[in-house]
Each structure stands twice: as structure tokens, then as C-alpha cells.
């Protein structure tokens, strides 16, 4: 089974600072991760998918970049909204999907 | 539009029984894989299991198989997540999501649209 380990556990920024989060895979997963957002109350919503696609409506100030095992989710210049839960999630081996544990982005 | 409505909260005891739903909406809801996700409280996502709704065929992550049951009624765009007994540890909230794509061998791993997701508390 692989593992998705998210660093860090959590992150305290100030709006318009730049938010970087990572997660790795213990084992390649090639480009197939994408990333949630969880406001608190709210159910999850996809940002990127294959690593590195924004879904439809996600704002350009998240991208997202890496491959095999290592993958990071940037947020440019974080706005209000932005303060949440984030998540990564891979597909290694269909239909058995798992999540990394997240990252909490809150306020400094 | 596309939406999952789920069914409303639920309060139950140990050892009862309990199905919730999740009912699509503006979309070919027979031709899209269902997903249920579980997030106890303050927890993250657990990913539980996913249904084929056109033919019913479901699917489990080794951590829930044969302590829920998942199924999907496709005449009314309608999946279910069932528990015969339920224990204090499955109070938690209960996400249906859609995967990406349409057709059984879509391939595709990530999920779209989610419900807005039903509390389940069990408590004596």
C-alpha cells in the first residue's frame, strides 16, 4: 500500500504570503496525484489534478509541480480563503485510492 | 448543474443498522463511478470504497471491506453506504463523491464533485 506523507502538518502564513506544501509517496505514483481544499464545514474541493492541472475554476495563484514521489501545491500570494485544510490523494492501484493526511494552512 | 445530495444526519445506537444516500443530479449519473469517503472528527479523508452505479458493482478499500456495504440504484440516480451494525467508532462525517470521467474502465482517480456530506453519530 503506498503512503502519502504531507509536510508540514501545519502552516502559519500572513495573507499574501506565499504558501508552499509538499507530499511524498512512498513509492513513484508516477503523475497521478491531485489536491483538495477543505474550508472548515465545507466538503472537499479539487485544485489540481496529474500533478500539475488546475480543475475547472481553480484561480491561478495555486499550481501544482512534481512526479514520481515528490510533489509540491503552491499558492502564490494567499488570499483570506485560502486558510484551510489541504490534501494530496494518489491512484497507484485502481480502485484503491488513499490520501495523505493533510496540511493545515492558518493564519500567522 | 452538477450536484450529490446526501441524506440528513443521523443518531444512532450500537448495534443498529443504517443506509444513507447520495442522489445525483445533472449529469449521466449511471456512467460514473461513486465514491464514499469517511472524515471522523478533526480527522483528514479516508477513502472507503466507490460503486459502478449502471451495474451496481462495488468496490472496497481493504480498511472497510466487510464492515459496510455500498450499492447504487441507478433508476434513481441514488448511491448507498450501509452499515448491519453500527459501533461508536463510526461516528464521523460521510462524503459521496463523484470520479472523474465516465465509463466503467475510466482509469481516472480523482473526484470532481462531493457532497456536502452526512454526520453520523453513534452513541448509547
Known amino acids: 500500500e503506498i503512503v502519502l506523507t504531507q509536510s508540514p502538518a501545519t502552516l502559519s502564513l500572513s495573507p499574501g504570503e506565499r504558501a508552499t506544501l509538499s507530499c511524498r509517496a512512498s513509492e513513484s505514483v508516477s503523475s497521478q496525484l491531485a489536491w483538495y481544499q477543505q474550508r472548515p464545514g465545507q466538503a472537499p474541493r479539487l485544485l489540481i489534478y496529474d500533478a500539475s492541472n488546475r480543475a475547472t475554476g481553480i484561480p491561478a495563484r495555486f499550481s501544482g509541480s512534481g512526479s514520481g514521489t515528490d510533489f509540491t501545491l503552491t499558492i502564490s500570494s494567499l488570499e483570506s480563503e485560502d486558510f484551510a485544510v489541504y490534501y494530496c490523494?494518489?491512484?497507484?492501484?485502481?480502485?484503491?485510492?488513499?490520501f495523505g493526511p493533510g496540511t493545515k494552512v492558518d493564519i500567522k | 448543474e452538477v450536484q450529490l445530495v446526501q441524506s440528513g444526519a443521523e443518531v444512532k445506537k450500537p448495534g443498529e443498522s443504517l443506509k444513507i444516500s447520495c442522489k445525483g443530479f445533472g449529469y449521466s449519473f449511471s456512467t460514473s463511478w461513486i465514491a464514499w469517503v469517511r472524515q471522523m472528527p478533526g480527522k483528514g479523508l479516508e477513502y472507503m470504497g466507490i460503486?459502478?452505479?449502471?451495474?451496481?458493482?462495488?468496490k472496497y478499500s481493504p480498511s472497510f471491506e466487510g464492515h459496510v456495504s455500498i450499492s447504487a440504484d441507478r433508476s434513481i440516480s441514488t448511491a448507498y453506504l450501509q452499515w448491519n451494525s453500527l459501533k461508536a467508532s463510526d461516528t464521523a462525517m460521510y462524503y459521496c463523491a463523484r470520479l472523474v470521467g465516465s465509463g466503467k474502465r475510466t482509469g481516472r482517480y480523482f473526484f470532481d464533485y462531493w457532497g456536502q456530506g452526512t454526520l453520523i453519530t453513534v452513541s448509547s
Open positions: 490523494q494518489q491512484r497507484k492501484n485502481w480502485p484503491i485510492f488513499t
Open positions: 460503486v459502478y452505479p449502471d451495474d451496481s458493482d462495488a
